[in-house]
């Protein structure tokens, strides 16, 4: 059953537009380098993401926000815990992000 995985960012007052753009084409690239182990083909299923726009007011101090979704909680689990190329960008957050929030799930499990 597929995986949704959903990551909001904020970023640091310090950055500037291109810097916080890197960033983010560097997270949509993912869905290229991201190979399965075993196929050495690119697994998530699809993906998305961008500047908030939202009008109601409740983004937290959060400017960005990413959907990857995965077919199986293993393809999930690889990409968090294994993928060197999930590995090597989450590295590289920690100067540039102030905060960061992820939630997954499973469509219609409550």
């Known amino acids: 059953m597929a995986i949704i995985h959903i990551v909001l960012f904020q ?18 690239a993912l869905v290229d380098k991201c190979v399965h182990p075993k196929t050495g083909k690119p697994f998530i299923k699809s993906h998305g993401g961008g500047r908030d726009n939202s009008i109601e007011g409740f983004q937290g101090g959060f400017t960005h926000g990413f959907v990857y979704e995965f077919e199986t909680r293993e393809d999930r689990d690889y990409y968090v815990r294994e993928d060197p190329a999930h590995q090597e ?5 920690k100067d540039v992000l102030a905060g960061a929030r992820v939630v997954d799930f499973t469509p219609g499990e409550f």
């Open 11 to 28: 970023f640091k007052d310090t950055l500037s537009t291109k810097e916080v753009d890197d960033v983010c084409q560097r997270m949509l």
């Open 89 to 93: 960008f989450v590295a590289g957050l």
